[in-house]
């Protein structure tokens, strides 16, 4: 099994900023894409920025120029600095990583962690 764990989570006011970390670990064999999703009530979950195994990122257009996501290879972690916080950021942030087991014939796939909760106030 391949788990995720984040943290870095909280309240802060707009203006600040907060950083977030996602850690993978258990029986992986390799990962390729992980990225940082989120889920403000009521609304659908969306990505907010993936990076690829090669460093490629990609960012929704509302967080550009203010979330900057990046990953440390050797520990397989992820991480999402958000700067310059809004409230409409506010939302229930959930690292995924599309990876493998090391197991016989496990296929890649899409794990997902707890979810982190991120509140900015007015």
């Known amino acids: 099994q391949v788990q995720l764990v984040e943290s870095g989570g909280g309240l802060v006011q707009a203006g600040g900023s907060l950083r977030l970390s996602c850690a993978a670990s258990g029986s992986i064999r390799r990962i390729n894409d992980m990225g940082w999703y989120r889920q403000a009530p009521g609304k659908q979950r969306e990505l907010v920025a993936a990076i690829t195994s090669g460093g490629n990122t990609n960012y929704v257009d509302s967080v550009k120029g203010r979330f900057t996501i990046s990953r440390d290879y050797a520990k397989n972690t992820v991480y999402l600095q958000m700067n310059s916080l809004k409230p409409e950021d506010t939302a229930v942030y959930y690292c995924?990583?599309?990876?493998?087991?090391?197991?016989?014939?496990?296929?890649?796939?899409?794990?997902w962690g707890q979810g982190t909760q991120v509140t900015v106030s007015s």
């Open positions: 995924n990583a599309h990876a493998q087991e090391r197991a016989y014939l496990a296929p890649m796939r899409d794990y």
